[in-house]
């Protein structure tokens, strides 16, 4: 038996877009989620299915007499690890429009998704999306994939993490699948504010019918320790079937969390298991360190959610993948607040392997590297010598090498109390005052042993 699927691809489309007198324009990152699952296809191959998830609000838009529209170009590759062939490549434009103001600053979802069948074997997933009205704005992720051909015996599928499952006659649907219309949640983020209860959807193969099998699911936060755990019995009536369910978790810390789904058979113990990670967001739920972001929601009580989402923007880079995602999701200013308040409570303890830094020390530093480093129309912040100023401080040392004997002009900054000594170049590659990053002995920033050849 061979479950049924349904294949969903954007239709390329082309947008024209106008010189238009007012846009929308967003005033924090560009935000997309992905996230897939793989099914069994048959004996040569699996399903993949890739879920895509944006935020309207975060497009820009132009204003027209009807509304305002904007557009999402976005790029999907997956290749062949083993031949480097591209097997599959997806190009589509996914248009946005409101009617007025009111639906942008909704912030509902918008998702879409894409199904392929693949022989088993290890591929690498590139997906792009771009901002069609303002290509600088974008966001990318790559991803690996291992498929081995399932086990002859009882298996399961991957995990898809919902954010609604129910049942559907409407083979039309984008999201029908198996008597079910699944909706996907690509963000993975649950929680009072977007999505309360957490639907699972996976598939059970091979499988004896009239058997009876225990379901099991549970969920562990970040300390290893299980904060729900809920077993079923089932029977099912043939070899290959399905098994969804829900926990609500409004009642559940702001974390992350893993989902364990296992199957398992009286006797035997556990089958086949699959798992899955996933963030939660509650902020009604107060936190172990309440009392030092109390504090620092008060230094924040005075900004407009505006300039919570500007301040945010800044701190970036401190700021994980995780973290940007959540925040984009925020529309309200008391969960900006709460949110930014608990961000500069961990990083003064130091978070995502940088150094410990106050919100006032941060802040001095972008408005520092705003006087300094200002390049080609943009703020010292966003440019590479203002990011590396602002996260590590004044260097101990500072080269300057003006342009001479055809070499371009260029940079070198030493830090000598960051790992026993590390240092930073910087090189003027078009003339005009851009400093790029091109070599750092630093772990985790970029490094290029030849970085010489750029003063070419």
């Known amino acids: 038996m061979v479950l049924t699927r349904t294949l969903i691809l ?4 082309f947008l024209a877009v106008t010189s238009l007198a007012a846009q929308h324009i967003p005033n924090t990152n560009f935000v997309m989620n992905v996230d897939y699952a793989r099914f069994k296809y048959d004996d040569q191959s699996f399903y993949l299915e890739i879920y895509y998830g944006f935020y309207p609000k975060l497009v820009t838009l132009n204003q027209s007499a009807s509304g305002f529209s904007g557009g999402i170009i976005l790029k999907t590759t997956i290749s062949n690890n083993a031949t480097n062939i591209v097997v599959r490549k997806e190009h589509s ?15 509902g979802d918008f998702l879409t998704q894409a199904g392929y069948a693949l022989p088993f074997g290890e591929y690498q997933l590139q997906v792009t999306a771009v901002d069609s009205l303002d290509p600088t704005r974008m966001d990318s992720i790559s991803l690996s994939l291992s498929v081995k051909p399932f086990a002859q015996t009882a298996t399961v599928s991957d995990l898809e993490l919902c954010g609604e499952i129910k049942s559907s006659q409407d083979k039309s649907n984008a999201f029908y699948k198996n008597s079910l219309e699944v909706v996907p949640n690509a963000a993975l983020l649950f929680g009072i504010t977007a999505h309360p209860v957490v639907f699972h959807y996976v598939e059970l193969y091979n499988l004896e019918p009239g058997k009876r099998y225990g379901v099991r699911s549970r969920l562990v936060d970040a300390s290893e320790k299980v904060v729900r755990d809920v077993s079923r019995q089932r029977t099912f009536g043939v070899s290959n079937a399905v098994d969804v369910g829900t926990m609500n978790v409004t009642a559940l810390a702001s974390g992350k969390y893993k989902f364990f789904f296992s199957l398992e058979e009286e006797g035997k113990g556990e089958l086949a298991s699959m798992e899955k990670s996933f963030f939660i967001y509650n902020p009604h739920l107060k936190v172990p360190d309440a009392t030092a972001a ?9 900004l407009t959610a505006d300039e919570l989402a500007a301040e945010f923007r800044q701190a970036q880079y401190l700021a994980t993948t995780e973290e940007i995602k959540i925040f984009s999701r925020i529309s309200n200013i008391e969960g900006r607040r709460e949110f930014l308040a608990k961000f500069w409570v961990e990083a003064e303890i130091g978070k995502s392997g940088k150094p410990a830094i106050t ?11 705003n006087q300094r480093y200002r390049s080609q129309g943009r703020e010292g912040w966003l440019t590479e010598r203002g990011r590396v100023y602002i996260l590590y401080g ?3 040392e500072l080269e300057r090498m003006p342009s001479q004997n055809n070499a371009k002009p260029h940079e070198i900054w030493h830090y000598y109390s960051l790992e026993n000594g590390v240092l930073f170049v910087f090189v003027d590659r078009t003339g005009f005052g851009d400093y790029t990053l091109v070599h750092s002995t630093k772990r985790g920033e970029l490094q290029d042993e030849n970085w010489q050849r750029n003063l070419q």
């Open 359 to 369: 919100r006032a020390e941060y802040l001095r530093r972008v408005t520092i590297a």
């Open 93 to 107: 434009l996914l248009p946005v429009s409101f009617p007025d103001t009111t639906g942008i600053s909704g912030g």
């Open 294 to 302: 109390e504090i620092k929601s008060g230094e924040l009580s005075g």
């Open 10 to 13: 954007v239709a390329v489309c």
């Open 394 to 396: 004044e260097p101990g």
